[in-house]
């Protein structure tokens, strides 16, 4: 069984910052991708950044130069630094695990966010 367990949400002012953690456990091999989404409400799930195995990231035009995503392979952690936080950035984050064998990916049960004006 695969457990992920996400952190680091809450409430801040426009402008601030938080940094969420996604933390896999249990009978999971061969990480590949490791990502974070975010669903607003009355919205569609997006993608807000992913990273490969080799570090490669990729970004959501909307948080490109505001988020960092980064990885512990040891750990099997993904983060996402995320600075000059908007309104609209407000919404529940996910965190997403794709491994070799199980290309859809496992989720973490979400971590809301919300950002005041």
């Known amino acids: 069984q695969v457990q992920l367990v996400e952190s680091g949400g809450g409430l801040v002012q426009a402008g601030g910052s938080l940094r969420l953690s996604c933390a896999a456990s249990g009978s999971i091999f061969s990480i590949t991708v490791m990502g974070w989404y975010r669903q607003a409400p009355g919205k569609q799930r997006e993608l807000v950044a992913a990273?490969?195995?080799?570090?490669?990231?990729n970004y959501a035009d909307s948080v490109k130069g505001r988020f960092t995503i980064s990885r512990d392979n040891a750990k099997n952690t993904v983060y996402l630094q995320m600075n000059s936080l908007k309104p609209e950035d407000t919404a529940v984050y996910y965190c997403?695990?794709?491994?070799?064998?199980?290309?859809?990916?496992?989720w973490g049960q979400g971590t809301q966010v919300t950002v005041s004006s």
């Open positions: 997403n695990v794709k491994t070799r064998y199980y290309d859809s990916g496992y």
């Open positions: 990273i490969t195995s080799g570090g490669s990231t």
